[in-house]
């Protein structure tokens, strides 16, 4: 028989347990909230401004309205407007933008009869990025050709007559329709979504790894009382804590290495940089992560509460950190939170080595806030360890 007043009492006393872990209950109500928000306008499917470079050959009416075209349209964010190709690219190997779009000198000149020939230079490391500029651009240079084709036809006197053009029976119209010639130049070759991603897979495995796992170590074993009888023999704070970091961070690396070796061996992953390189980025980025997990864990007495705690930080960080859709086309508050997660810096710069072939030089920004965080988070964990909780 069901007793009806004790089920309410039981009901009483799981909610003032929960009121006394004010982290349980703030990520209760919290975690709902920011995940339906993420997915709401993070992750809502549509890319829109990429950043890109215009690089302004001309500087004349078309390529006034050319531009003016650009900024209208949603899918660009046009950084800067410059008349040097090279600087162009340089933004574009640099990160600073997605694609160099370069107009020809020639663009403006009416009277020319060749080819135009636009130019687009993609960061195809970014294949979502790419795969949205790429037909977006031609769309828009089609339209910019049937244009000047009009301007032409009323410029000009036109006979019906046809014109020997190289040899071969070609129709005025036919010449002026067939005015822009698009070229797009992809940087780092065809990269499927699949090399995209992984990185930034490997980057999020080893995150809640390492995350996780200190809380099961530390929080888990201070729980079971573990820890304590572990205090009561003559065992510094630094030496409990310095084990239990090697330990885990030998089974992180392990896993990483172990996850690159299978996505070559079953998906055909190519890794363009350097494999060392790639080995140090997971052992840094699994030493940030295992420090922002001792961090957490010195302060909470049990594993639920560690898990309570975490959860509103590193599921966010899953989705704003660039993992599965570019940070440059989230909103502009998300953005900014992105660029305080580890886990983007993470992803930029195994995403650098593994798929442009980057080396210490170009990734050294990314190293450099790694190291930040990871001294930050290490230094709040050791100092603030409680033992006795």
């Known amino acids: 028989m069901v007793e009806t007043k004790k089920i309410m009492w039981m009901i009483k006393k799981d909610l003032m347990v929960l009121w006394r872990h ?40 078309i390529s006034d309205a050319t531009l003016t075209a650009i900024k209208g349209n ?24 997605k694609a160099a779009i370069i107009l020809p000198t020639n663009y403006d000149n009416l009277n020319d009869t060749s080819q135009k020939s636009i ?43 046809s014109n020997q053009v190289n040899g071969t029976q070609v129709t005025p119209f036919q010449s002026i329709l067939n005015t822009i010639n698009l070229q797009v130049n992809k940087l780092y070759g065809n990269i499927s979504y699949l090399n995209f991603l992984a990185p930034a897979i490997i980057g999020m495995t080893i995150l809640f790894g390492c995350v996780f796992g200190m809380g099961e170590i530390i929080a888990g074993e201070r729980e079971r009382g573990e820890l304590a009888r572990l205090f009561m023999t003559p065992t510094s704070v630094a030496t409990v804590v310095g084990g239990k970091i090697i330990s885990k961070l030998v089974q992180e690396t392990g896993r990483g290495i172990l996850l690159i070796v299978a996505a070559i061996v079953l998906f055909g992953i190519i890794i363009n940089g350097s494999i060392i390189l790639t080995i140090l980025l997971l052992i840094l980025g699994a030493l940030c992560f295992i420090g922002f997990g001792i961090m957490v864990s010195a302060r909470v007495s049990s594993q639920e509460d560690f898990m309570q705690t975490v959860m509103p930080i590193t599921m966010p960080m899953m989705f704003l950190s660039g993992v599965f859709y570019p940070i440059e086309t989230m909103p502009w508050i998300f953005q900014k939170i992105a660029y305080i997660l580890p886990l983007t810096y993470v992803n930029d710069a195994l995403r650098a080595v593994m798929l442009k072939g980057s080396g210490i030089g170009d990734i050294w920004l990314d190293v450099a806030v790694l190291l930040g965080f990871t001294a930050i988070f290490f230094y709040l964990g050791v100092t603030k360890f409680n033992r006795d909780i």
């Open 119 to 161: 130019v687009i230079d993609v960061d195809s490391s970014d294949q979502l990025a790419s795969g949205a500029i790429i037909p977006a651009t031609q769309g828009l240079f089609n339209q910019i050709n049937q244009q000047i084709a009009v301007q032409k036809l009323q410029s000009s006197s036109i006979s019906v007559a």
């Open 22 to 61: 004010k982290p349980r209950l703030l990520s209760l109500f919290l975690f709902p909230i920011i995940m339906i928000t993420l997915f709401g306008y993070g992750m809502g499917g549509t890319i829109n401004n990429i950043p890109v470079v215009v690089v302004d050959q001309s500087q004349g009416p």
């Open 74 to 97: 949603t899918l660009y964010d046009v950084k800067q407007i410059t008349t040097d190709p090279n600087k162009g690219l340089q933004m574009v190997q640099n990160g600073q933008a």
